[in-house]
C-alpha cells in the first residue's frame, strides 16, 4: 500500500497538469493511415515487471539453477519523441524471504531511442547476490524446500545493448514499445537486430549453505566476455477493434561468444583460459492491450533461451531470461521542462528530425 501511495504522490501533478491543457490535435495526425502519431506528447507510463536471470552452474557435480532474489518491481517510463528512459523502485522484501534465499543487490538503468527505421536500446545492470533454485535436487538441505543455498558475493556486471531495423513503413515499432504511436491497422515486419553485451560473473569463492555458515571453497571460476548476437525476427501487430491490438514477435538467433575465464584454486593459484562458442537462441514475445488517443494500458510476455549445452566446468554464460509486464500510461502535452532540451538536441542534430531517421 505505501508503494502505491508513493506511486499515486509522484504521478498526481502530471495527471492535473494535463487536465489543465487543451486538447491536442497537431500532435497526433499522421501521414500514414496505419499509424497515428503521438510523438510529440509526454508519455507517461507505471510498468509492474519481474526480471529474472536464471543462470546454470556446475556445484558439486550437478546442474545448479542460480537466480536473483527479485521479486516484482515497479518503474514510470517516460517516453517523449524518440526518447524513453526508465527510473525503476523495487520493493523491499520480508526478512524470511531474505533469510532464506539471500539479499540481491541490483541497479539497473536504461533508455532506448526509436527512429522511423531504426531503433537502439542500452541498459547497464549490475547485481549481487544469488541462490540456486533447485536447491532440493542438489543438496538434503531443507526438506521443506524453503531455505536455499546462496552464493552472496556472486556478482555480475552486464552492459548490453541492440539495434534494430524494420523493413515496413506501415509498422510501428512505437505503438509497442513506447506508446508514442497508435497502430491504426494490423500490418507486419522483417525486422532483423544486433544485440551485443559485455559482462562479467566473478564471486563464486563463499557458499552460504545455511544462514548463518559461509564457506570458502576450494577452487571457482571467474569470466569475463563479450557476446554478438543476430537475430532476424518478424514482427506483427494485430488490430482487434478500435484501439484494442495484439503483438507477436519470433526472432532466432546465432550467437558468438568470446570470454575470458579464470580458474582459481584454494592455494591462491589461478590460470587464465581465452574461449569462445557459437550458440543458437530464440526470442518470442507477446503482448496485448489497449492503446487511445489518452489513456494506454495492456501486458507483454518475453522469453529468451539458448543453446549452450551444461559443461561439468563452466558456468552457463547466456542466462535464460523470462520477463512479463503490466503496465498502464496516459499521454498529454509536455512540459517545458521536457520538450526544450530534446527541441534543442534536434535543432543541433537534424538527422533526429522524425521523418529523417530513416
Request: proline share 4%.
Amino acid at each position: 500500500m505505501k508503494i502505491i501511495n508513493i506511486i499515486s504522490f509522484l504521478i498526481l501533478p502530471f495527471l492535473v497538469f494535463s487536465q489543465n491543457e487543451e486538447t491536442i490535435t497537431d500532435s497526433i495526425s499522421s501521414l500514414n493511415p496505419y499509424i497515428e502519431d503521438h510523438s510529440k506528447q509526454l508519455n507517461v507510463k507505471l510498468d509492474i515487471s519481474n526480471n529474472q536471470l536464471n543462470y546454470f552452474f556446475p556445484y558439486d557435480g550437478a546442474r545448479a539453477s542460480v537466480k536473483t532474489n527479485l521479486n516484482i518491481s515497479y518503474g514510470f517510463i517516460f517516453s517523449y519523441k524518440y526518447f524513453s528512459v526508465r527510473l525503476g523502485i523495487r520493493p523491499k522484501l520480508s526478512d524470511t524471504e531474505e533469510k532464506n534465499k539471500g539479499k540481491t543487490d541490483n541497479f539497473r538503468i536504461g533508455f532506448q531511442m526509436l527512429f522511423d527505421k531504426w531503433s537502439h536500446g542500452l541498459e547497464y545492470n549490475y547485481r549481487r547476490g544469488y541462490y540456486i533454485g533447485n536447491t532440493d535436487d542438489i543438496t538434503s538441505l531443507d526438506s521443506n524446500g524453503d531455505i536455499h543455498v546462496q552464493f552472496p558475493n556472486l556478482t555480475t556486471n552486464t552492459f548490453s545493448g541492440v539495434s534494430q531495423y524494420k523493413f515496413n513503413d506501415n509498422y510501428s515499432v512505437r505503438a509497442v514499445e513506447s506508446n508514442t504511436e497508435i497502430q491504426l491497422k494490423s500490418a507486419g515486419t522483417f525486422m532483423p537486430s544486433i544485440t551485443y553485451s559485455f559482462y562479467s560473473v566473478k564471486g563464486t569463492d563463499k557458499v552460504k549453505i545455511n544462514p548463518d555458515d559461509i564457506i570458502t571453497r576450494d577452487s571457482y571460476n571467474d569470466y569475463k566476455g563479450i557476446t554478438l548476437i543476430i537475430e532476424p525476427g518478424y514482427y506483427y501487430t494485430f488490430v482487434l477493434h478500435k484501439y484494442w491490438y495484439a503483438n507477436f514477435f519470433g526472432a532466432p538467433g546465432l550467437g558468438f561468444d568470446f570470454y575470458k575465464a579464470t580458474y582459481n584454486s584454494f592455494d591462491n593459484d589461478s590460470n587464465d583460459e581465452t574461449l569462445n562458442r557459437t550458440f543458437f537462441s530464440l526470442k518470442t514475445g507477446t503482448a496485448i492491450g489497449y492503446n487511445g488517443k489518452k489513456f494506454y494500458f495492456g501486458s507483454e510476455f518475453k522469453y529468451q533461451i539458448f543453446s549452450e549445452n551444461f559443461d561439468k566446468n563452466d558456468i552457463s554464460l547466456q542466462p535464460t531470461k523470462s520477463k512479463f509486464h503490466v503496465f498502464l500510461g496516459y499521454r498529454f502535452k509536455a512540459p517545458k521542462q521536457v520538450s526544450k532540451p530534446l527541441d534543442y538536441i534536434e535543432d543541433k542534430v537534424p538527422v533526429l528530425k522524425k521523418g529523417d531517421n530513416n
